[in-house]
């Protein structure tokens, strides 16, 4: 049995550009972990970035590094958290469209970790259903955001050239593909994509990565509203706030953005045991802890059983007789509070944008690469 460092490998989980990832045992503490070897030495400076990222980013929803190290010949590796299920990109391509309850449910956690990330100085800068996995644990179901490596740190000296794109062309953020440094909105920019995508089953942006590109340097996706009528008024309201093209007109925040969208949804904390199955079949209870109010105008937020991928098996319980929040009768006021909301969370974005000095310039955009 090949043997890395003190991890046996003990099969390949897969491969890519820059390298493989092994399922591997640790030979003294016997813990299974995901082994990414780096075979590409010209990217082990960027590779143990996300080592160091990742060691300061404790949190559930956040992929968790054990160990790194450098094997015999020279290539770096990380030691990660071994996760079972699949990846959003997989879950799009065996069930297709999300229903709006589980897709509020996915984003939530999503934000949550945008939102730990943030705090600590720390811009994901490639966002993409790729990158978030619906981990199967013992106690349940859990989002995990991964992929940190190309992670801007605050404080950190750069990894690339000024001027070079940094990220995945079809969910880059306007102002990054027009050659500026991404921020934390550009986080932003990225979840509501995914959220786009995962209502819709279609990207924002449609054709080829470098005809995404040139389209997102051209102007906003169309209006989800456009291309999906049916889905909720308020959650259509909330992904046209992420994506609006002017960094300082989206939210302020991750936080922002999880209450928006919760409100929204009307999602409220109940105890609601229910299933997810996996495309590879297996069945596992857990707490979704997010229950939609159903209103006329949210009647079509329960999910429905399909035959392969997360879904709820029945139907959320109602709030109960002495709930403390009155339900809406009117359509109008409510989209009022939410806009109220809205509003709040993007000034503060508005506050801080005019409070940057804006460099003179800018950079010539290079080619970017394929998703």
């Keep these: 049995m090949r043997v890395i460092d003190r991890y046996e490998l003990v099969g390949e989980l897969g491969a890519g550009a820059y390298g493989r990832v092994y399922r591997a045992r640790h030979q003294v503490l016997e813990r299974e972990v995901a082994l990414k070897v780096l075979e590409a030495t010209d990217e082990k400076e960027r590779f143990l970035r996300e ?3 990742l060691a300061r980013l404790r949190h559930p929803n956040i992929v968790e590094v054990y160990d790194s ?12 958290e071994l996760l ?4 959003l990109a997989q879950r799009l391509k ?11 449910w996915i984003l939530d956690q999503v934000l949550a970790a945008l939102e730990a990330a943030h705090a600590q100085g720390i811009v994901h800068r490639d ?11 013992d106690e349940g179901v859990v989002v995990k955001v991964l992929d940190f490596g190309i992670a801007k740190v605050a404080g950190a000296g750069r990894l690339t050239l000024s001027g070079t794109l940094v990220g995945t062309p079809r969910y880059m953020a306007p102002e990054v593909a027009h050659g500026e440094d991404a921020d934390a909105r550009s986080d932003i920019w990225a979840a509501g994509l995914m959220l786009y995508e995962l209502l819709l089953a279609e990207p924002a942006y449609r054709g080829t990565p470098n005809e995404a590109f040139v389209a997102i340097r051209k102007g906003p996706p169309p209006s989800l509203r456009t291309r999906a009528p049916h889905l909720p008024p308020l959650v259509l309201d909330v992904v046209d706030a992420a994506l609006r093209y002017e960094p300082a007109e989206r939210f302020a925040n991750a936080a922002a953005f999880r209450e928006a969208l919760r409100l929204a949804n009307e999602v409220r904390p109940v105890r609601t045991t229910t299933q997810m199955r996996f495309a590879t079949g297996s069945l596992d209870a857990f707490d979704l802890s997010l229950s939609p109010r159903i209103t006329d105008e949210f009647s079509d937020a329960t999910a429905t059983s399909v035959d392969a991928g997360p879904h709820w098996s029945q139907r959320p319980a109602p709030p109960p007789a002495d709930a403390s929040v009155t339900l809406p009768t009117h359509r109008r006021p409510w989209r009022l ?7 709040a969370a993007l000034i503060g974005a508005a506050a801080a944008w005019m409070s940057r000095t804006a460099e003179p310039g800018t950079p010539a955009a290079s080619e970017p690469a394929a998703d």
């Design 127 to 137: 966002l993409k259903h790729p990158n978030v996995f619906l981990s199967r644990q």
């Design 69 to 80: 190290g450098t094997t015999d010949d020279g290539h770096a590796f990380l030691a990660l």
């Design 51 to 53: 080592a160091a990222v």
């Design 337 to 343: 509070v939410l806009a109220g909301l809205v509003v």
């Design 84 to 87: 079972e299920g699949e990846t």
């Design 94 to 104: 065996s069930s297709g469209a999300v229903p709006v309850a589980e897709a509020v």
